[in-house]
């Protein structure tokens, strides 16, 4: 057995109220990590985030806070790394989760479906490491999403793919920047996974969309909290400017 143990070391994940966010705050703090649980203040994502810590604190008391803050509010962003320095000295770990889709024809999408996707899903990222590489002790890791949708083009994203698509490079970029203070940047891409937003999609497209993905079946949340996990281990220290695709294969 090959463990991994973040024992005295703090995860800041932003979107961690719901869906995979909150998987991978759950994966972490089972590895013995304390959490930053990032929310946008919302009042379903607020209560969500408070039933999240409240089970993390009821397994390990003390090791477990929310903080609201929307990440493409650079005023809000940095209170929230000023919290975590407070709370922890500092992090460890920061994983950019948070994403918002608005889904429309590139002809009929308007500006701010445009501005409000690359807002908080690429400019939200660079304010998330911007602060977070300030508050961020020596050796640590970030891992940001990507996604399938920035390499397969799928009809109408184009706003969402852009900002995956530049998510990525941005990760690519960063690892450079980083690297002098041991600290290793990767993205993950992951395909379709089975979480609420997944099972809105129309049951022919679910199926045509299974007909691409050798292994037969969409991912869970698991296997991408996984992934993420390992990449913040030390089992992945020499694993930097990396996009780790979780797509089952998807190649079409």
């Not at 991978?24 to 009042?43: C, K, M, Q, S």
């Not at 609201?68 to 650079?74: L, Y």
């Not at 911007?130 to 020596?138: F, V």
Request: with cysteine.
């Amino acid at each position: 057995m090959i463990p991994i143990d973040l024992s005295g070391k703090t995860a800041l994940v932003t979107g961690a109220s719901q869906g995979i966010g909150a998987r991978i705050a759950r994966t972490f703090h089972e590895a013995g990590a304390d959490l930053v649980v990032n929310h946008p203040g919302l009042a379903a994502t607020q209560a969500d985030a408070a039933a999240l810590v409240a089970a993390l604190e009821g397994v390990r008391p003390g090791s477990a806070i929310a903080v609201a803050a929307d990440v493409s509010d650079e005023a809000q962003v940095s209170a929230m790394m000023d919290e975590a320095v407070r709370w922890r000295g500092g992090i460890d770990f920061l994983v950019n989760n948070a994403a918002i889709i608005r889904d429309r024809t590139l002809a009929k999408m308007s500006r701010g479906e445009w501005d409000a996707v690359l807002d908080v899903n690429l400019t939200g990222v660079y304010l998330c490491c911007r602060h977070g590489l300030a508050a961020m002790r020596e050796g640590g890791a970030v891992v940001s999403f990507g996604s399938i949708a920035a390499i397969q083009g799928f009809y109408g994203q184009a706003n969402y793919a852009a900002a995956k698509a530049g998510v990525q490079a941005m990760m690519r970029v960063l690892s450079r920047e980083a690297a002098r203070r041991g600290i290793r940047v990767n993205a993950v891409a992951p395909g379709v996974i089975d979480t609420s937003m997944a099972a809105t999609i129309p049951e022919e497209v679910r199926g045509e969309m299974l007909r691409n993905v050798p292994l037969g079946r969409f991912g869970t949340v698991d296997e991408v909290a996984n992934v993420v996990l390992f990449l913040c281990s030390p089992l992945a220290s020499y694993v930097t400017g990396q996009t780790i695709e979780i797509n089952g294969g998807w190649r079409g």
